[in-house]
């Protein structure tokens, strides 16, 4: 097949060789100028670490000459090397200050490969790729991502332990120059003295040492300076709701809260906000390792979504971030997918109990009907108030008891979990407890009679969600069942309608599988699930939810492409602290809890949504 090329006198030229004429598709330039940079940064630092790589007449003479091009340009050549590959991944991502860094180090690796290697092929493929870089200059436009100074310490360790690694890689890279035959020992203090400048105990002939300290001492003089620069660059902290940001939400909520469940969440004070032009819609987002993620819904009126998800789009794009949403509705997936063209996949059911239909009665309750009696008869009692009507004393207890029965010290909750008790502005939210006043150790307990807690967001005016769930682990089983029916029975008097519970992910594939007839790739896929399940608790929250007999809410992730789930699925776990980057203990600096206000953050914990069936 051919076609006429605008402009060609000539006639007909095929398809292919017009693509390759014109050059590729802007949109995949940095893509493919981040693949180059790693090639390039590959080249540099082979030709400055393996002598059989530079084949040129000169290196005889160049070798002999201490201190002059030779070794200089090696050292050149290593760090612009190393420094590429540093970069490539920010020109994938169009971060216009890994743009203008590459701009500086291509013409300087190039400078060097031709003075060490004198390798003409070295030096076009850096010159074709900084012209590649100039003339897309306007797709590396993204801006620098939230930042902190931690990132000088990750630096200094992985920057010094690939140091290490390619040190001991330049010091043994020249078999017949070294003088005797040195350890491994002497080879890795060779490094260790040769990365702060200082001569080590393995001795060259025909002037390599030069060559060798001058590249380690290159090595050195990178991590440390990449490390000051981190250290004490302005730092950039991630956005986080301020109290103007927070007041227009609530505005929002109070009069499209019941749309979703999810909204209230929306008020976690570590996450950002967006809103439409309009300000009737707004979309709250949190940016986890490059992936703004999304919870729940747009705030706000539906026909104000399309503003709100636009600028959510313009902010991926402005910081080259990868946008996705965790747990939206059906109808917040069709927004989404029809006005941004991302796609949909189911991600699980949310359960929903309605509170007019719920009873303890009937065979299909006997289970849970049974184990409420019984703690029942084991002397636990339960109440179930606003938070508005507990005295400041006895908050104060639940908010300590809450903290303390956390269990582990990873912190998590992010698309159904507010992060804090009690705060101005939830007065609306529902807190169920469970006593026992005639245990022998309350006097002893700094919670007194205290056993377990359910805190419950709003839902609108007639709804509530489920956001915490803790309990004394001396407390009996079942005081998870035992709050939960309390509250459901509470509710009418409350005026509450509809209780959201805990989410259920890949519900719908746990439901069929077991049944009869399910075919081999369902029952495989149940398998697998099942297996996960020893960690992430997916079949046990699914059958601790389906002891209410809820109706199923199906709920959403959108993404750009397939290629995007594993990265966003990896986000999203990091969010809801499955998976926790933090620096270890010894390097984290212990801070009091802050006072009960909006933006306080206390996160909730594994045991508080994802409990395991009795």
Not at 7 to 19: I, M, N, Q, W, Y
Not at 107 to 127: D, K
Not at 220 to 236: S, W
């Amino acid at each position: 097949m051919s076609v006429t090329v605008d402009g060609d006198k000539s006639g007909l030229v095929p398809v292919r060789v017009r693509r390759i004429l014109r050059g590729p598709r802007p949109e995949k330039v940095p893509a493919l100028v981040g693949t180059a940079c790693t090639l390039i940064g590959l080249i540099d630092i082979a030709a400055g670490v393996f002598p059989r790589f530079r084949a040129s007449r000169m290196h005889a003479l160049a070798e002999v000459l201490p201190g002059t091009l030779g070794p200089l340009s090696a050292a050149l050549s290593l760090s612009a090397g190393v420094l590429l590959l540093l970069l490539a991944h920010g020109l994938k991502r169009h971060k216009r200050r890994a743009w203008r860094a590459a701009v500086v180090l291509l013409p300087l690796g190039a400078t060097a490969q031709f003075i060490w290697r004198h390798s003409v092929l070295g030096v076009l493929l850096s010159l074709v790729l900084l012209a590649l870089l100039l003339r897309h200059r306007g797709q590396f436009a993204a801006l620098p991502d939230p930042r902190s100074r931690w990132r000088a310490l990750a630096n200094f360790v992985v920057m010094g332990a690939g140091s290490l690694a390619l040190g001991l890689v330049i010091v043994s890279a020249h078999p017949r120059r070294v003088i005797g035959s040195p350890s491994l020992t002497d080879r890795l203090e060779h490094v260790l003295y040769g990365l702060f400048g200082f001569e080590g105990p393995v001795g060259y002939s025909n002037g390599v040492d030069w060559t060798v300290g001058y590249s380690l001492g290159a090595l050195g003089m990178l991590t440390a300076l990449t490390t000051i620069y981190l250290a004490f660059r302005p730092e950039h902290p991630a956005a986080r709701l301020t109290d103007e940001d927070e007041v227009r939400l609530r505005a929002l909520l109070d009069q499209h809260g019941g749309r979703d469940s999810l909204g209230h969440f929306a008020l976690r004070s570590d996450k950002g906000v967006v809103f439409s032009p309009s300000g009737k819609a707004a979309v709250c987002y949190r940016v986890v390792s490059g992936v703004m993620l999304a919870s729940g819904d747009p705030i706000g009126d539906v026909e104000a979504w399309p503003g709100a998800i636009e600028r959510f789009m313009d902010e991926a794009k402005a910081h080259s971030w990868t946008p996705a949403v965790m747990g939206c509705s059906e109808t917040g997936g069709q927004v989404w997918t029809r006005e941004t063209g991302l796609d949909a996949l189911e991600l699980g059911d949310e359960a929903v109990v309605d509170v007019a239909d719920f009873s303890l009665s009937g065979r299909a309750m006997r289970n849970v009907r049974q184990m409420v009696k019984r703690i029942e008869r084991n002397g636990y009692t339960t109440r179930v108030r606003r938070v508005r009507d507990l005295d400041p004393t006895e908050l104060e207890a639940v908010r300590r008891a809450a903290a303390d029965w956390r269990g582990t010290d990873t912190e998590r909750g992010f698309s159904m979990a507010l992060g804090r008790i009690g705060a101005p502005g939830d007065g609306d939210a529902v807190i169920a407890t469970a006593h026992k006043t005639d245990d022998t150790d309350a006097s002893d307990s700094p919670y007194g009679d205290l056993k377990a807690i359910i805190h419950f967001v709003p839902w609108g005016t007639d709804g509530m969600s489920l956001e915490l769930m803790r309990r004394d682990r001396s407390a009996d089983p079942g005081m998870n069942e035992l709050l939960i029916v309390a509250a459901l029975q509470a509710s009418p008097a409350l005026g509450i309608a509809r209780v959201s519970l805990n989410f259920a992910m890949f519900r719908a594939a746990l439901a069929r599988g077991e049944k009869i007839g399910a075919g081999p790739v369902l029952r495989v896929w149940r398998g697998l699930l099942v297996f996960l399940s020893r960690w992430f608790q997916i079949e046990s929250l699914y059958k601790f939810n389906a002891k209410f007999r809820p109706r199923w809410e199906p709920r959403f992730v959108v993404y750009r492409t397939s290629r995007d789930l594993p990265r966003i699925g990896f986000a999203a776990m990091q969010a809801e602290g499955f998976v926790n980057l933090a620096l270890p203990r010894p390097f984290t600096r212990r801070r009091p809890a802050p006072a009960p206000r909006p933006c306080a953050h206390i996160v909730p914990t594994p045991s508080e949504r994802e409990v395991r069936a009795a």
